[in-house]
């Protein structure tokens, strides 16, 4: 009988078990493709966002200044790192919305990279200059490379950082007038080449297949270019009859290159100081266009399909946007979606553009083709967008 017994409660007993637990709920679980974050400036929040419903899925607190904040991603789109103005290094666990690792790098910092391989996460820095290479998974330093210049040993403001292929970064100096290549791909004993460039970079780019990195230049006309795949040859000036230094042009706010607008072999950048767009044959790097725009740009990002480019403004003309068509070269939109629309991003397939209005406290989200307005989200004072779909793409 105790055998019988014992045989019985052995075949039930589990059963049981099984059924129990499916009667429990399931766990939430989905993926990060469609994730995002909206810097909130004023408050040292982000809010995480989704792209397929439009909505808020969470916000996360206590990132110190992100007066002048970016966010690079981990290859998996799990984790979010934000670089602070204040020198913070924040990891985010965008599933769980916690702050998995912050590190006080700097004492003032503007931005970073992420490595090819998604192991290093390397910020730049205005103060004490220099670029600093992290752990991605720990954050704990692993490489340190200053940016001092002259026979003094000055430091130098670190502008521009991309992530190259092979564990490679490119950045430019902006009191050393200069562009450097810094190889991690042994971070502890890392190896940084040094290139003559022109007078004050302000910003730069890397084109999304890494082979050109090209600073925007604030002290000079023209632009600096090196090509990463003959570095030997040095940098050279492309746009010569372009830039500020010619004529003193007043600048309300300096232009981003990072947006990086490619379309039919041809790159749209923003002018400085100037209600211009530069159209650029890719083959030749010889100007071929200026598009007429409302103000002085500040953003110039294309659509992911390349068929559109979209613009944002300086002060104090920041309330509008326009759009351009590639095939004519022509604007063909101008509308006024609110009050200091300060950054655009694309959701990845470009159906639909988020739009932050840092003085109407929301972000608007616009269809791409109708360019009628979709939704609009809460947000304090919020700055830049960025989503998860930036893992995938160089420079980004």
């Known amino acids: 009988m105790f055998r019988r017994l014992m045989t019985l409660v052995q075949v039930t007993l589990p059963a049981l078990l099984v059924a129990a637990c499916s009667t429990a709920p399931a766990p939430s679980v989905r993926g990060t493709g469609d994730l995002g974050v909206i810097i909130e400036r004023a408050s040292g929040q982000i809010q995480v966002v989704e792209t397929s419903g439009r909505s808020r899925v969470a916000q996360v607190s206590g990132l110190g200044d992100l007066s002048h904040a970016s966010v690079v991603f981990s290859r998996d789109g799990r984790y979010a790192y934000v670089f602070g103005r204040d020198g913070g290094l924040t990891k985010v666990d965008l599933l769980t919305a916690t702050i998995a690792r912050r590190v006080m790098q700097a004492g003032n910092s503007i931005g970073g990279a992420i490595s090819q391989d998604g192991r290093l996460v390397v910020a730049q820095n205005y103060e004490p200059g220099g670029i600093k290479a992290f752990d991605a998974e720990t954050l704990e330093l692993v490489a340190d490379v200053p940016a001092s210049y ?174 351009i068509d590639t095939m004519t070269n022509r604007s063909i939109d101008t509308f006024q979606p609110g009050r200091a629309i300060l950054h655009l991003e694309f959701t990845p397939r470009g159906e639909a553009v988020w739009v932050s209005a840092r003085d109407d406290d929301k972000v608007l989200i616009y269809d791409t083709r109708s360019r009628q307005k979709l939704a609009e989200l809460p947000a304090a004072s919020p700055s830049g967008i960025f989503f998860t779909s930036r893992a995938f793409r160089t420079g980004f």
């Not at 950048?269 to 007429?292: F, K, S, Y």
């Open 150 to 323: 002259g026979t003094e040993g000055k430091a130098s403001k670190v502008v521009g950082l991309a992530d190259l292929p092979g564990n490679r970064f490119a950045y430019a100096l902006f009191d050393a007038n200069e562009i450097r290549v810094t190889d991690l791909s042994d971070p502890r004993h890392p190896k940084t080449e040094r290139y003559p460039a022109g007078k004050q970079p302000y910003d730069a780019l890397v084109t999304p297949d890494g082979r050109y990195f090209i600073a925007g230049l604030f002290g000079e006309d023209g632009l600096s270019m090196l090509d990463l795949w003959r570095p030997e040859q040095g940098v050279r000036t492309i746009l010569p009859g372009y830039g500020r230094g010619e004529q003193a042009l007043p600048v309300y706010k300096m232009p981003h290159l990072r947006g990086w607008a490619v379309a039919g072999g041809r790159a749209y950048l923003p002018a400085i100081g100037r209600h211009e767009v530069l159209v650029v044959d890719l083959a030749t790097w010889q100007e071929v266009a200026r598009i007429p725009v409302k103000s002085q740009p500040v953003f110039v990002m294309a659509r992911p399909d390349g068929r559109e480019v979209w613009v944002n403004f300086a002060f104090p003309d920041n309330g509008w946007m326009q759009v």
